[in-house]
């Protein structure tokens, strides 16, 4: 158990040097997110000597400090990012299976559900959950929530940046989005914490559907 969870450094490509993201797997492959211990440890890995709480809104902050934090947990993981200016992250497990068709075309954003429709049929699983995980990221990093708002269409939107993890429990999707001032005058970059470091393979994925201005790479873990 003193293994786990097992920190990943998360280096997306396009954002911007302050933001830090991380990835920690868990011990029990089947439990969406992490066990509370291991949460904790997570928090004391990345931000030692500072306290996480939840606000009136539910969202997690960083007690007595300018830094942002969002959270997002899948199957047999949690995903973190950290910046001092607003951010969102969400991952996602991708159902093959899933008809991503079916799915409320006023709920999802009626502009991005057409470009769902238009997309190559052999694409448009993963397009679906590069724009679903988008969308919840682009809500988190504005402070509202999936059960309150509507989602937002986020085609061709700035300011966010897309992964795809494997890993034998199956297929991931990780987005942020983030709003960073217009200014240079930024705290340097979050103290890396004692995970290891993970670099990520600059090739694009085959995945990419249209003419998405979305930096995106694929990571086995």
Not at 15 to 42: C, F, T, Y
Not at 89 to 111: A, K, N, S, T, W
């Amino acid at each position: 158990m003193k293994d786990h969870p097992k920190f990943h450094r998360l280096n997306l490509p396009g954002v911007p040097e302050q933001l830090q993201g991380v990835v920690a797997i868990g011990q029990n492959a089947s439990r969406r997110g992490l066990a509370p211990h291991e949460l904790k440890r997570l928090f004391n890995c990345v931000l030692p000597g500072s306290a996480v709480v939840r606000n009136v809104g539910g969202q997690p902050v960083v007690r007595g400090s300018g830094l942002h934090i969002s959270l997002s947990h899948a199957q047999g993981l949690t995903a973190l990012a950290l910046a001092p200016f607003p951010v969102g992250i969400d991952v996602e497990r991708i159902d093959p299976e899933f008809d991503v068709l079916e799915f409320d075309p006023d709920l999802f954003g009626m502009q991005d559900f057409r470009e769902l429709e238009t997309c190559e049929a052999s694409l448009r699983s993963d397009h679906f959950y590069r724009l679903w995980t988008l969308k919840e990221a682009h809500l988190k990093r504005q402070g509202r929530s999936l059960l309150c708002d509507r989602l937002p269409n986020v085609s061709g939107a700035p300011s966010m940046s897309t992964a795809w993890m494997v890993r034998p429990t199956g297929r991931y999707c990780v987005s942020v989005s983030w709003q960073a001032p217009v200014t240079s005058d930024l705290p340097p970059r979050p103290a890396p914490g004692a995970f290891a470091e993970w670099r990520l393979p600059q090739e694009p994925t085959a995945a990419a559907a249209g003419a998405r201005a979305i930096s995106e790479c694929v990571i086995h873990i």
